[in-house]
């Protein structure tokens, strides 16, 4: 799928929709080991940007996009509209994060 064609609006210009397809999602379930809590622990004390949750953060994001993604393609989608990111602590230092939006078929105006 072009990333292009995907987008957190609800239409996509230049292109008409010819067909919905229904939600599609991408989860994911991280935590951070032993050993990175506690060079993120060092870098808190430092202050300015925790780059190990930042990390962290980004690849739950991609994998999360990835997955929603291909959900859409197993659809027979070739855009997503209102594509929207969400995420939520399950327990202390596991985060889930979800990636989601409306499967479309689109075509060229």
Known sequence: ?????I???NELEGYRVTRQL???RGLTVRSRSVLGNLG???QTMLGGNITLYSELAEKARQEAFDLMVQHAQE???NAILAMRYDANEIT???TEVLAYGTAAVVEPR
């Not at 799928?1 to 064609?5: A, Q, T, W």
């Open 1 to 5: 799928m072009d990333p292009l064609l």
């Open 7 to 9: 987008t957190t609006t």
């Open 22 to 24: 229904g939600v599609v």
């Open 40 to 42: 993120a622990s060092l």
């Open 75 to 77: 659809r027979g989608a």
């Open 92 to 94: 202390d230092g596991v």
